[in-house]
């Protein structure tokens, strides 16, 4: 399995640390030395299904390959308006395909986690060509009163396709239940035989066990694949982690003895949008030209559960 084409969409409106100070007690000079953050797209009058089909469309156009020529589609996605029918085919009627779809839910995780799948079907030989589209609003999951929270995130879609091929060199994937440090809960239709007292919970994050794990995880993914690959960290040209705190990125970073150039962001100007991070970030290096044939990229990423997982890949 290879990846021969990528394609991602953001929201027009841009909400700067500046403006979130309008409504909440924070500012620019709190924000930014404790996540990397300035600014974050925010779906305001889009629909997030649409940035889903904008980013799988530009995908397929820079693969080369016709929406009728895909075998599958796998959507990761934590929370659309939509419970049901799934994103993936919801994307599948808008781009115009005619092939199976699946949705799931890895969290920040998601992308990883969909490669995995997608390359098991592949090596199945069921498939020769597959679309991955990571489409997340999580501004919609957060308390817009609680600036520990909202101020970390933003929304987005990234999409990647894939094609037959041996450039997947290693995927690892990581559990380790943790379900109270981060979650969001909400309210499902009543009937009338629940008696319990039911309410909504805007995300709840616990930030320092959230960011122990997530160096912890990421760290040991990788380096678990590259020491099953006989390879060192010297030896990959680039890493492309999960975007959810600039700190957590400089401790991985530190961790793995690898200078900041082998690690592009887009924190700053994005915020962590969720599993869509990972394909946003490869999109935006890959139309940059920063990738070269031959080239080795660890992606890593990790979520509530918690959890984690990382691949190494040639370009």
Known sequence: MKIIGTGSALPKKIVTNDMLSEFLD?????????TGIKTRHVISDEKLEDLAAEAARKALADAGVNAEDLDMIICSNVVNEYITPSLSCIIQGAIGATCPCLDINCACAGFIYALDI??????????????????????????????SVCVLFGDGAGAAVLSEGDNIKGIKLSA?????????????????YITKEEESVPLQMKGQDVFKFAVKASSGDIKYILDSLGMKADDVNWYLLHQ?????????????????????????NHGNSSSASCPILLDECNR???????DILALSAFGAGFISGAVVLEW
């Open 26 to 34: 924070t500012s620019d000079a709190w924000i930014y030395p404790r």
């Open 118 to 147: 997608a390359e098991s079907h592949f090596k199945a030989g069921r498939v020769k060509n597959v679309l991955v589209v990571c489409a997340e609003e999580p501004t919609r999951m957060t308390s817009w009163k609680d600036r």
């Open 288 to 294: 940059k030209g920063m990738f070269k044939p031959g």
């Open 176 to 192: 380790a239940s943790a379900t109270d440090k981060l979650y969001q809960k909400h309210i499902l239709e009543p009937t009338p």
């Open 244 to 268: 959810a705190n600039l700190r957590i990125i400089n401790s991985i970073k530190d961790f793995l003895g690898q200078p900041a150039e082998k690690f592009p962001t887009n924190v700053e």
